[in-house]
């Protein structure tokens, strides 16, 4: 079954406190991307990946930072987390860039609060 | 500035009555997707669409991609209860990879 799956599913923290959120994808897909959901504001993307070692910026990637050593795994990592940054967090995927016909696979969802 | 305007924000209307949702922009697209998101899940693609006066049929949805690829529409006809949920339009620009994303449409189909 083609899955993104991001874990924790919940999580609060603590101001300043480096966390991790995991995802990772079991269909060998190269393009893979973090957005965060946020009331009135939306989705909105944070950082996306081409391929391995492939990284860029999306629309608000201050205070994150990810990495891709693997194909199937895109962590996003919060060095030191500000309550700005509580929200919802989705990490997709799919099989290449999206002006493609790509379908882009979405992850159930982080919620992070952050005290 | 939100590069994609989305209206109306909130829907709400009965089982059986059509309904179009806009997606429209300043800026060209060069692919522009539709997604379904229900309440404590990920965005669910719906349809992706490249050409400029593309039309695509998916059952009673009817995706439109404006000629000049600045705009799209969703009509559903016969709405159900079944469809009630927030209705996402996301746009790639030329050239960029990057995606954005519409603030949403919330339907709510009454029985």
Same mark, same amino acid.
Request: proline share 5%.
């Given at each position: 079954?083609?899955?993104?799956?991001?874990?924790?599913?919940?999580?609060?923290?603590?101001?300043?406190?480096?966390?991790?959120?995991?995802?990772?994808?079991?269909?060998?897909?190269?393009?893979?991307?973090?957005?965060?959901?946020?009331?009135?504001?939306?989705?909105?993307?944070?950082?996306?990946?081409?391929?391995?070692?492939?990284?860029?910026?999306?629309?608000?990637?201050?205070?994150?930072?990810?990495?891709?050593?693997?194909?199937?795994?895109?962590?996003?990592?919060?060095?030191?987390?500000?309550?700005?940054?509580?929200?919802?967090?989705?990490?997709?995927?799919?099989?290449?860039?999206?002006?493609?016909?790509?379908?882009?696979?979405?992850?159930?969802?982080?919620?992070?609060?952050?005290? | 500035?939100?590069?994609?305007?989305?209206?109306?924000?909130?829907?709400?209307?009965?089982?059986?009555?059509?309904?179009?949702?806009?997606c429209n922009s300043s800026s060209v697209f060069s692919s522009l997707q539709w997604y379904?998101?229900?309440?404590?899940?990920?965005?669910?693609?719906?349809?992706?669409?490249?050409t400029g006066g593309e039309v695509k049929k998916l059952k009673r949805l009817t995706f439109?991609?404006?000629?000049?690829?600045?705009?799209?529409?969703?009509?559903?006809?016969? &709405? %159900?209860? #079944?469809?009630?949920? +927030?209705?996402?339009?996301? $746009? &790639? %620009?030329? #050239?960029?990879?990057? +995606?954005?994303?519409?603030? $949403?449409?919330?339907?709510?189909?009454?029985?």
């Amino acid at each position: 079954e083609a899955q993104v799956t991001q874990n924790p599913r919940y999580l609060i923290t603590v101001t300043g406190k480096k966390l991790t959120v995991t995802c990772s994808q079991n269909m060998n897909h190269e393009y893979m991307s973090w957005y965060r959901q946020d009331p009135g504001l939306g989705l909105r993307q944070i950082y996306y990946s081409m391929n391995v070692e492939v990284t860029d910026k999306g629309d608000v990637p201050e205070g994150y930072k990810v990495s891709r050593k693997e194909k199937r795994n895109f962590p996003l990592i919060l060095e030191s987390p500000s309550p700005n940054q509580t929200s919802l967090y989705f990490c997709a995927s799919s099989s290449s860039g999206l002006a493609a016909k790509n379908i882009q696979y979405f992850g159930a969802g982080t919620r992070l609060s952050v005290l | 500035t939100q590069l994609l305007e989305q209206s109306p924000q909130f829907l709400s209307i009965q089982e059986g009555e059509n309904l179009t949702v806009y997606c429209n922009s300043s800026s060209v697209f060069s692919s522009l997707q539709w997604y379904r998101q229900e309440p404590g899940e990920g965005p669910v693609l719906l349809v992706t669409v490249v050409t400029g006066g593309e039309v695509k049929k998916l059952k009673r949805l009817t995706f439109q991609f404006g000629d000049a690829r600045k705009d799209s529409s969703l009509h559903i006809t016969a &709405a %159900q209860p #079944g469809d009630t949920g +927030l209705y996402l339009c996301a $746009g &790639a %620009q030329g #050239g960029s990879e990057k +995606l954005v994303f519409g603030k $949403g449409t919330k339907l709510t189909v009454n029985p």
